[in-house]
Every structure is written in C-alpha cells, then in structure tokens.
C-alpha cells in the first residue's frame, strides 16, 4: 500500500509545555496527548510513541501486536514515572494492517485524541471518545451542540496510566485508494468544527500543508492547548490477485538490490516529506 502523510504540532500560545506527541511513520500514526503534573504528561506521551514505534517498518501489523504495544506503555510508565506521581495519556491512530490480501486500517483509541476518515462521502469520525460528554451523549442527556461547552468537556475517562490495564478500542476499516485519515488530539477539535477541518482536508492536497494549516488554524483561534495532526493519503494499494508470474515488478531497494513488488509492501510504503517523527520534548 503507497501512503503518503504529514504532521504538524504545536504548544499553542497559552500552555507551557507540548506534551501532545506523535508517530508518523509507516505502517503507524498516531497522536497521544499526556497529561501528569511536573510535565509527566509529556513523559507519558512520549512513552508511548517510543513503544509503538518498535512497530515501524513492518509492511503491515497485527490486532495483537498493537494491543501488546499498549502493555508495553503501561510497563514503561510504572518503571519511568516517579512513585505517588500518577501520569497518562491518551493514544489515537491507525497502522496498516492486511487481511487475506487486502489492505486494513486498524484503528485504535484510548482517550479523546481522535482518527477522523475522508473517503467519497466526505469526513465521519471513526474513533469514539472515552469522555464524559460522550457518555451523557450516548446516553442522550446531551446534544452536540450541548457539549461544545460544557464544563466537563476536558474530562476523559480512559487513558494509558500507571493506574489500570489500558483498554483500548478498536475498527478495522478497509484501506481504499484516495482515502484520507486524520488524527489529532482535542486542542484541534476543541478549536475547529467539524466543518472547517473537512473544508481544509478538502482544500489542501498535499498532506504535510493541510496538516499545517490545521495547526496553524486552531492556534489562530486561541490555541488553548496542545495541538497536533498527523494526515495519511491512502495511494494505490497492490490488487489482491496480483499475478506476479508473468510479469514480475520489481522495485530498487535503498541497498540497491531489486525486490519483488508485492513482497515490498515497506519500500513501496513512501514519505512524501522525508522527516524523522517528533517527540515535542
Ligand atoms: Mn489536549
């Protein structure tokens, strides 16, 4: 499958510190926003981006893989966070995954950091969030339109901590050719509506330029927290029923040595903007 992606973040005018942290690196994007007093929040952000990005590189991954990743988190946090310190975050993102052949987007959420998709019909909101609005919504005491202001609204009822097992959500979406992901934590949706940030997903091609002018956006309108998005394009994806026998593709490896195409889903996996992920520090 052939992504192509951007990232941006940003302190925002008013917090002190960064501590959203993102991965964008192939086959995992993610966004995780922390929280903790002394700053652990950037610590425990920053944790789990370093725990999923032993993910990276892989061609594609597993349900377990991930989840176990969220193990890891926690594991990291109890050995990294100072005792009678309690730190958290929220993780939201998608990594590649492939069922008999095709190509999947895994899903996963803890928090309310979230993973939007673009595809035909425009932007719906795969990931529901582990907040207080959510469940008085769900439970129908609140409108949307209620929740914009409520006084709970930064409440979140999940997170990866020290103090429990994580309990993340998951959806396994189909990958389809010109699909847009989205993910980003709450300093993004707490500023745009829905609307504005389905305008400019639909405005900017270019990933890394949408995923700027998202940020730039939301600190634009008061940028009262964190804020982070990372943009995935979903390219062409390799067909199914390939047959590789007749004609073999083959694609140049970085060492040079030729590899057959379809056993090079990584290689075929490129950047459009050759960056190292961040880790806001
Ligand atoms: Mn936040």
Redesign the pocket.
Known sequence: MHTSWGSATDRGPVRRVNE?ALLAHPPVFLVA?GMGGHAAGAVASGVAVEEFRALTGKASVTPDEVHAVFGRIVAALRRRVPAGQSAGTTVAGVAVATLEGDAYWLVFNIGDSRVYRVGPDGMEQVSVDHSVVQELMDTGLLTPEGAADHPDRFVITRAVGTDAAPEPDYWLIPALPGDRILVC???LTNELADPVIERVLGALDDPQEAAQDLVDRAVAAGGH??VTVVVVDVGSAVPADLDTTAHPPVRTTPGGAPAPWVDDLDGATLPRHDRTPEVPS
């Open positions: 959203d926003d934590s709450d300093g927290d964190n």
